[in-house]
C-alpha cells in the first residue's frame, strides 16, 4: 500500500519534472530582446527557398498561416488575416492567443498573447516579422482581479527584463522565455511550410 503511494506520488510529478523550465539557457538572455532605434520590440528572420516563385512560397505560408497559426489550440476567435496580396508577396496576420506557462489538471496559468505576424515574400525566399506583442494577464492571476496590460517593450526587452548580472528578471522572465518560444515555433513552422533552407 505504501509503494503504491510513493509511486502515485512519483507519477504525478513526472509531468512537472518534464516541463521544467531552464530560465538561463543562452537564447534567453542578452541581445534575445532588444529593441530598434525606433525602440520597437520586432523579431526578425530571412529564409531562402532555393527554386521556388513568390507566389508558391506565398501560397505555402497563407495556408500554414490559415491552418496552423489562426486555427492553432491555443488561438481565438478574434484572429485574421488582415493582409493578403499574392502579387506583392504581402502576408500580414493579427493575432490572440492564450500563452500558456502552465496547463494541467490542476492548474492553468496563462495570459491573452497578442501579435502581428507579417511576411514579406519574393522569388527565392522571405522574411517574417513578429511584431506589436501585447499581453493581457488574465484577471484571475492578478492579485486585484484586474486584467493587467503590458507591451513586448516595457515587459520583456533586453533592457526591462535582465538584471545587471545579466540574469531574467524574475517577474517578467516567464513572459520573455515562452514569448521566444513562441517565436521559435512560427518561424520553424514558416520555414517548414515553406520549405525554407534551415
Known sequence: MKLKRILLALALCLPLLAVAQDWN?????????????????????????????????????????????????????QCHIVEADEADGLLAARMEEYLYFKKNNWVTHRTRFFYELVYDIHDGGFSVEMRRMIYLYEEQETPNGEPQRYTAEEWISDKEALKKNGSLVRKTRKFRVFTID?????????????????
Open 182 to 198: 513562441r517565436r521559435d515555433e512560427l518561424f520553424a513552422g514558416s520555414a517548414q511550410a515553406a520549405g525554407a533552407k534551415q
Open 25 to 77: 539557457a543562452p537564447k534567453y538572455l542578452k541581445g534575445a530582446c532588444p529593441l530598434n532605434e525606433q525602440g520597437a520590440l520586432i523579431f526578425h528572420a530571412d529564409y531562402d527557398v532555393p527554386g521556388k516563385s513568390r507566389v508558391e512560397i506565398y501560397q505555402a505560408l497563407k495556408q500554414y498561416v490559415e491552418t496552423s497559426v489562426l486555427k492553432g489550440e491555443n488561438a481565438l476567435k
